[in-house]
């Protein structure tokens, strides 16, 4: 029997499922490397679809530039339209790239797409000049030429022409703006048969044969320039109409290349996940087939293996029960006989092993048994003298503790009945005690010498001194109280300042309150003489100007008359303006409204074209709902038009309106100045009635209280005779005043500027409301700090 080695055996195992592995990656990785290549083919389709769609956006969003330029002559619209028109370009261009390097069929669409996008952007630049001719508002271009050559032919007819001329002018302007609103040259024959009549209109209903040259001459140009204006409306007309032609001719080829360009992205997809189905069957068929193979070679090997090493425990499990005759079978592996002979060796050496440990384990118990009573003796020895030692040791700490917890304890007793000189020694202290120690010795010298700083203090503001302040800093409680002691000493200064400020200003006005007394009382005389004058006077104008309020009474009913006329005609003709202006305003609500419908008709417009996309990615599913897209797409378009045409109705009636409302507010205007002006006269005549009334009454009663003015002035000289007694009382007071303030030390010197506004208080009579108030204040603050003793109580009861 030949010999083998099972190393050999398991090399072929480990081989062969590595060879399986190798083979299985290369399928996947084969697989993997198709599948990225699909996916970027499938990523370029993605981004050729997502430009359609953005090409469909941006030919809405120039749908939109283009129709809110229409609607509003909004120049930011037209370049806005520009700039759409432009990325519509681009995105074509960038498209076409694009399919030239995925060989797709609608190279064809798009290239048909071009010419028809030139010639709109073309019409569209004509119809932009053609508005600009016509002018994009009121006052520009040939409409603001037009609306001057009507206001230069009514200058001349201002004053003094015949009612027939106006009216004539006006029939122009309701044609002119008829025209400028429908474009219907009806009314441009209308406007020039009124032209017609006005010209055959005698020179005897103009101002002068020179208004009637100026007239004809500027309502010539007027005509010149009407013309010109109808030409380029019609050039305006026509290049609209190209403009829509050509959207109607890209719409339908949009549409063809965008459904040119699904139908190849649903193709492709298809065709590229056929491919990696078939792929992944290869894979699959080949991973199986190496699977098998690779089994049967594994089982093959292992019943050679399983075999040997089946003999090999039986021959252990033989020696392991004592039988020493049993041996190995011939086998081919070279391993198996070497494991062998080697477990019987390992036997034989593993019973001799054991005897020698048997008699080593014995002496070791014994050797043991012995140390172990050996040191239970020392240990209990050694225990019983560390217990005295301690015991001993902590009686005389604790005895220590005591003492300075007594010591500690007398001294914070001491300070709790205010005696903080008491100090602790920290001589033979250590640790915690002796910061406890420390720390209580800082807080009686602290404690003891801000409160000594606080007593000197109170003692100087008993004493006087008001200008004694605390030094030195501290911090916590000490130096608030520090802040309070000298705010009450700045304070109290404040105060008894003002106090003997007060007292120089009291003396110095009842010095002059005396003076003023004296002289008021001479000229209270002298007034009384004038005053029986005055009497005889007043009561000859009190006749006269009775008769004068009687006469403007009489005027003032004329006028009232004719104002109230007045303004019935102007309720009237404003009741015609708010209807006028309720037109115009549901004109502009009904504007809003189509402009609200054509914007929901353009989302609606972009959501079918969403809806659509959706639906082409949707497949063989979504072929219904593209259905449904598509029409919802094409009503949005007609909802669109039709709401343009509702727009473009409304705005031509507006402006109609708008052109009545502006002759009815010029009536108004002249009506209004009529009644402005005949209110001014009405107003006029009844403040001179009112005033003639209210003179005689006031001469009435200025004759009347001329008497007992009289009597008054008597009375006010006994009056000052009483306030001169009293002023000079009061001068006494005060010096009594200033003499107790004198007392104090250290009273803040009155600036000049405060002492000039104590003056001025002084000399206007008596002190200011804030002046008293201030006052009381500070000595309801200052009783309530401190008892002061002395002169400071004297102030106070003073």
């Known amino acids: 029997m030949a010999v083998h080695?099972?190393?050999?055996?398991?090399?072929?195992?480990?081989?062969?499922?590595?060879?399986?592995?190798?083979?299985?990656?290369?399928?996947?990785?084969?697989?993997?490397?198709?599948?990225?290549?699909?996916?970027?083919?499938?990523?370029?389709?993605?981004?050729?679809?997502?430009?359609?769609?953005?090409?469909?956006?941006?030919?809405?969003?120039?749908?939109?530039?283009?129709?809110?330029?229409?609607?509003?002559?909004?120049?930011?619209?037209?370049?806005?339209?520009?700039?759409?028109?432009?990325?519509?370009?681009?995105?074509?261009?960038?498209?076409?790239s694009r399919i030239a390097g995925l060989e797709s069929r609608a190279t064809d669409s798009l290239a048909a797409l071009r010419e028809p996008l030139q010639r709109y952007g073309s019409a569209f630049g004509v119809l932009l000049d053609r508005n600009e001719t016509l002018g994009l508002d009121r006052s520009g271009g040939l409409e603001g030429e037009v609306r001057e050559a009507i206001e230069a032919a009514e200058r001349p007819l201002s004053r003094g022409s015949a009612p027939i001329l106006r009216r004539l002018t006006l029939e122009m302007q309701v044609h002119q703006n008829d025209f400028f609103l429908t474009g219907n040259p009806i009314h441009l024959e209308r406007l020039n048969a009124v032209i017609d009549a006005f010209r055959a209109r005698p020179s005897a209903e103009f101002p002068s044969s020179m208004r009637r040259e100026e007239a004809l001459s500027a309502l010539e140009s007027y005509q010149i320039a009407m013309w010109r204006y109808a030409t380029t409306y019609r050039q305006e007309r026509a290049a609209r109409r190209d403009v829509v032609s050509f959207l109607a001719d890209i719409e339908p080829r949009l549409d063809d290349a965008v459904v040119a360009i699904e139908d190849e992205v649903t193709a492709r997809?298809?065709?590229?996940?056929?491919?990696?189905?078939?792929?992944?069957?290869?894979?699959?068929?080949?991973?199986?087939?190496?699977?098998?193979?690779?089994?049967?070679?594994?089982?093959?090997?292992?019943?050679?293996?399983?075999?040997?090493?089946?003999?090999?425990?039986?021959?252990?499990?033989?020696?392991?029960?004592?039988r020493a005759d049993a041996g190995m079978a011939n086998v081919r592996y070279t391993e198996v006989t070497d494991v062998a002979a080697a477990i019987a060796r390992f036997r034989d050496r593993v019973l001799a092993r054991e005897k020698e440990a048997a008699d080593e384990r014995e002496t070791a118990r014994r050797a043991a048994e012995h140390e172990a009573a050996e040191y239970e003796r020392i240990r209990s020895e050694e225990k019983e003298r560390t217990a005295a030692e301690s015991l001993a040791l902590r009686e005389a700490q604790l005895a220590k503790e005591n003492a300075v917890v007594e010591e500690i304890s007398a001294v914070v007793v001491a300070c709790a009945e205010g005696d903080f000189g008491q100090r602790l020694d920290p001589e033979g202290k250590e640790g915690a005690i002796a910061d406890i120690c420390g720390g209580l010795n800082r807080i009686g010298e602290v404690t003891e010498r801000n409160l000594n700083e606080v007593r000197t203090a109170l003692e100087a503001l008993a004493a006087g001194q008001l200008d004694h302040r605390m030094t030195g800093s501290g911090a916590g409680i000490f130096?608030?109280?520090?802040?309070?002691?000298?705010?009450?000493?700045?304070?109290?200064?404040?105060?008894?300042?003002?106090?003997?400020?007060?007292?120089?200003?009291?003396?110095?006005?009842?010095?002059?309150?005396?003076?003023a007394a004296a002289d008021l009382s001479d000229r209270t005389e002298r007034n009384a003489a004038s005053l029986e004058e005055t009497a005889a006077a007043t009561s000859a104008l009190s006749s006269a100007v009775g008769e004068t309020a009687d006469t403007a009474e009489l005027a003032n009913g004329n006028i009232c008359e004719m104002r109230e006329r007045?303004?019935?005609?102007?309720?009237?003709?404003?009741?015609?303006?708010?209807?006028?202006?309720?037109?115009?305003?549901?004109?502009?609500?009904?504007?809003k409204i189509t402009h609200l419908i054509d914007d929901i008709a353009f989302q609606t417009n972009l959501l079918s074209l969403n809806a659509g996309v959706e639906a082409a990615r949707a497949g063989e599913a979504g072929k219904g709902f593209a259905v449904v897209a598509t029409e919802v797409r094409d009503l949005a378009r007609r909802s669109a038009a039709a709401a343009r045409n509702i727009s473009d109705l409304i705005a031509d009636s507006a402006r109609q309106v708008d052109n009545g409302g502006k002759l009815v507010d010029d009536l108004g205007a002249a009506l209004a100045d009529i009644s402005e002006g005949v209110d001014r006269t009405a107003e006029r005549m009844d403040g001179i009635a009112l005033s003639a009334k209210q003179q005689a009454c006031t001469i009435s009663e200025i004759d009347a209280s001329t008497a007992a003015l009289g009597d008054e002035t008597q009375a006010n000289a006994v009056i000052f005779e009483n306030t001169a007694a009293a002023t000079e009382a009061l001068h006494a007071q005060a010096a009594a005043l200033a003499a107790i303030v004198s007392a104090f030390e250290g009273i803040p010197v009155l600036s000049d500027e405060v002492a000039a506004e104590g003056r001025r208080g002084v000399y206007s009579g008596m002190a200011t409301k804030e002046d008293e108030a201030r006052f009381a204040r500070d000595a309801a603050e200052i009783s309530e700090r401190a008892d002061w003793p002395g002169s400071a109580k004297n102030v106070f009861a003073v």
């Not at 068929?285 to 292992?302: I, K």
């Open 5 to 96: 080695s099972i190393a050999h055996d398991i090399r072929k195992l480990v081989f062969l499922p590595l060879g399986t592995l190798v083979i299985v990656a290369a399928a996947f990785l084969l697989k993997a490397h198709l599948d990225a290549q699909a996916a970027a083919e499938i990523a370029r389709w993605e981004e050729l679809h997502a430009g359609t769609d953005a090409l469909e956006a941006q030919f809405m969003a120039a749908k939109r530039a283009e129709m809110n330029f229409l609607l509003t002559h909004d120049m930011a619209e037209a370049e806005r339209h520009a700039e759409v028109l432009k990325r519509l370009t681009a995105q074509v261009d960038e498209i076409e």
């Open 269 to 322: 997809k298809a065709e590229i996940a056929a491919t990696n189905r078939r792929l992944l069957y290869v894979c699959i068929g080949l991973v199986l087939a190496t699977l098998v193979a690779a089994l049967l070679f594994s089982v093959r090997v292992a019943r050679r293996l399983r075999e040997p090493w089946h003999q090999t425990a039986q021959v252990i499990c033989s020696l392991a029960e004592g």
């Open 479 to 515: 130096e608030v109280m520090r802040e309070t002691v000298n705010a009450t000493a700045e304070s109290l200064a404040t105060v008894i300042g003002r106090i003997d400020r007060s007292s120089r200003t009291i003396d110095h006005s009842a010095a002059e309150l005396a003076s």
């Open 566 to 591: 007045v303004r019935a005609s102007h309720v009237v003709l404003e009741r015609t303006v708010a209807a006028m202006h309720g037109i115009r305003d549901a004109s502009a609500e009904i504007s």
